[in-house]
């Protein structure tokens, strides 16, 4: 069984820099692609990034690409969200998400459906 615990999420100023990370308690991080969803203020949750088991490849939504970057730490088992430049519009509770790479099926990171595990969130809040 996997479990999933965000950190770092917090109150800041637009323009400020965050940076979330997500420790992977379990086998097999590396078997994982990994993914940041959010779920801003009485909306859906929506993708934000994702990197591949092996961190050659990563997706971001066009609302963060520039701004955001996600990084994996295999050895360490850990996922990060280097979040820059924030804005009043990334407020919202920040999820990670891991998918299970070893069935071989296709990578498509913005598909929620795609993930089997998820932590509890981390709640970023940016005043404007």
């Known amino acids: 069984q996997v479990q999933l615990v965000e950190s770092g999420g917090r109150l800041v100023q637009t323009g400020d820099s965050v940076r979330l990370s997500c420790a992977h308690y379990?086998?097999?991080?590396?078997?994982?692609?990994m993914g940041w969803f959010r779920q801003p203020p009485g909306k859906g949750r929506e993708f934000v990034a994702a990197?591949?088991?092996?961190?050659?490849?990563?997706a971001y939504s066009d609302s963060v690409k520039g701004r955001f970057t996600v990084a994996r730490d295999n050895a360490m088992k850990m996922l990060y969200l280097q979040m820059n430049s924030l804005k009043f519009e990334d407020t919202a509770v920040y999820y990670c998400?891991?998918?299970?790479?070893?069935?071989?099926?296709?990578?498509?990171?913005?598909?929620?459906?795609?993930?089997?595990?998820w932590g509890p969130g981390t709640q970023v809040t940016v005043s404007s």
């Open positions: 998400e891991a998918d299970w790479a070893g069935d071989g099926t296709s990578w498509h990171p913005h598909n929620e459906m795609q993930y089997d595990f």
């Open positions: 990197i591949t088991w092996n961190g050659d490849n990563t």
């Open positions: 379990g086998p097999t991080f590396n078997m994982y692609h």
